[in-house]
């Protein structure tokens, strides 16, 4: 069965750290790859994605993603957080969603 | 706002009853999708449309779920006879069909079922 898996459900850090998520999928061929941020009281927000070409994308609020097909991963990093990035964060592919990794910043 | 819109956002319902949602895509938008979201897990694929028609079906979508998409605007879910277990964030999400679909999705109705 098409799953996603996301390595970490809960993640603490203090502001101006770096954060890197996990996630591996698995899935034959070709599939859509997304992540996505849940705000505290908020609604799913589309962070990044990737469909095809270049396997580094970056996402809005300076989020970026890498995606290895030999791996079938494709990991969320953010060199410096900021209070605000508190969340939750689900890596997608295609129609399949992770468990979810909830993400606080403290200052 | 022309984002998708969910309703109600919250229902509060007896064991046994059954209960409508609704779904309001962003207007352009052919493809329409349901996810399930429980406490600590990350949505669970129901069913999605693509204008009026039923293309996929999790089995998660009981016998005492229907969804439709009748005109290929607003699409309603209806749980029949609910029980405790279906207790859950029902999110909707709307995307346009381009092989690359991004899915926009709404605030959620939150279903509790007593």
């Known amino acids: 069965a098409q799953s996603v898996s996301q390595h970490n459900h809960h993640v603490i850090l203090s502001e101006a750290a770096s954060l890197e998520l996990g996630c591996n999928y698995s899935y034959g061929g070709t599939v859509n790859l997304f992540w996505y941020v849940q705000y505290p009281g908020q609604h799913l927000q589309l962070l990044l994605k990737?469909?095809?070409?270049?396997?580094l994308v970056k996402g809005i609020k300076g989020f970026e993603a890498e995606f290895i097909k030999s791996k079938f991963s494709f990991n969320l990093r953010k060199p410096s957080v900021q209070w605000s990035d508190t969340a939750e964060y689900f890596c997608?592919?295609?129609?399949?969603f992770g468990a979810g990794t909830q993400v606080v910043v403290t200052p | 706002d022309t984002g998708v819109s969910q309703n109600p956002r919250h229902k509060i319902t007896k064991r046994g009853q059954n209960v409508t949602f609704r779904c309001d895509p962003i207007s352009e938008h052919n493809r329409l999708y349901w996810y399930r979201q429980t406490l600590g897990q990350g949505p669970e694929f129901l069913t999605y449309?693509?204008?009026?028609?039923?293309?996929?079906k999790s089995r998660l979508l009981s016998d005492r779920f229907s969804a439709e998409r009748p005109k290929g605007s607003f699409s309603t879910l209806e749980i029949q006879r609910t029980e405790q277990g279906d207790s859950a964030m029902y999110l909707c999400?709307?995307?346009?069909?381009?092989?690359?679909?991004?899915?926009?999705f709404g605030a959620g109705t939150r279903l509790s079922v007593l």
């Open positions: 990737y469909f095809s070409g270049d396997p």
């Open positions: 999400a709307s995307s346009l069909s381009t092989g690359r679909d991004i899915q926009y």
């Open positions: 449309f693509q204008n009026e028609a039923q293309l996929e």
């Open positions: 997608a592919a295609a129609l399949q």
